[in-house]
């Protein structure tokens, strides 16, 4: 069976077609960005990150390009398709897992759920179903999610700082004893020198991380990334210009939270909160 003929060269990955048909009809304007900006009527930075694969935009400024480009439903649709797109999280998350595996150091920010790097496997276990995980999946899930916490252990462990929300833990497992579990756990691990543990108390009130669960990575080369992550969707941010707005919104909210002394000790108290096994 012959091979099939390339027709135009450009990308198969729908996220990625997006991003280069939008580059494509600026350039073939003539068009800078800032001009794209100043007759399209959106911030011109925002066109840079959607041709660079950052962001998607929202639905109302990708109609407003089809009608710039007099492009009708095209961009749209390629948007739809884009959004659709599971496999590029994917390999964004692959890309992220790979960094986080060379970090120097890690600081990270909860908003829901406990990170992955301090999950027990029951905590993991009902997280992950909850997330639509099930059977040898779900098993497997749970299995590499374990797999990434050697990265605190050993001597060579980077340092690593959590600040959980206090929502996180007033979440409780359904289950009793696997919340024990998790939360004895979670003292044990922030007794390590490498870890920093500290609570962000429900009454600090709004900060510039409200809805965002961040970690950073500090790499050898002095950069720091960050990826971004709800329930559904997770992004990897490399650009400098978008890491810092970030990292500032970060440190005001590190300012508002429990020491690590104070953390240790509030996490005790719902411990001691959490009813005891009736066979012990």
């Known amino acids: 069976m012959p091979q099939r003929r390339v027709v135009s060269g450009r990308s198969q990955e729908p ?81 992220y897992m790979t960094l986080e595996a060379e970090a120097v150091s890690l600081w990270h920010f909860a908003v829901s759920v406990l990170p992955g790097l301090l999950q027990t496997p029951g905590y993991a276990r009902e997280v992950l179903a909850a997330g639509g995980y099930k059977g040898k999946e779900l098993e497997q899930q749970i299995q590499a999610r374990m797999g990434r916490k050697a990265l605190l252990e050993g001597e060579d462990a980077p340092p690593f700082r959590t600040i959980l929300s206090e929502a996180v833990l007033q979440a409780p497992l359904r289950d009793a004893g696997e919340w024990r579990t998790q ?63 970030l990292q500032r919104a970060y440190d005001a909210m590190r300012d508002l939270a429990l020491s690590p002394a104070e953390s240790q000790k509030f996490v005790l108290a719902l411990l001691e909160e959490v009813p005891c096994d009736a066979s012990t």
């Open 15 to 95: 996220r990625r077609r997006f991003a280069e048909e939008l580059h494509r009809l600026r350039t073939a304007r003539k068009l800078s960005l800032r001009q794209l900006g100043e007759r399209a009527g959106w911030d011109w930075s925002l066109f840079g990150k959607m041709e660079k694969g950052e962001t998607l935009g929202s639905p109302d400024v990708v109609q407003g390009l089809d009608t710039f480009y007099e492009t009708p439903g095209l961009l749209l649709a390629l948007w739809e398709l884009a959004a659709g797109d599971k496999s590029q999280f994917k390999e964004r998350y692959r890309r």
């Open 183 to 245: 939360l004895e756990y979670l003292l044990k691990v922030a007794e390590r020198p490498e870890v920093t543990l500290q609570i962000l108390p429900l009454r600090s009130g709004v900060h510039g991380l409200n809805s965002t669960a961040v970690m950073f990575l500090r790499l050898h080369s002095g950069r720091t990334v960050a990826y971004t992550e709800n329930a559904h969707h997770g992004e990897l941010i490399e650009e400098s210009t978008s890491v810092e707005p």
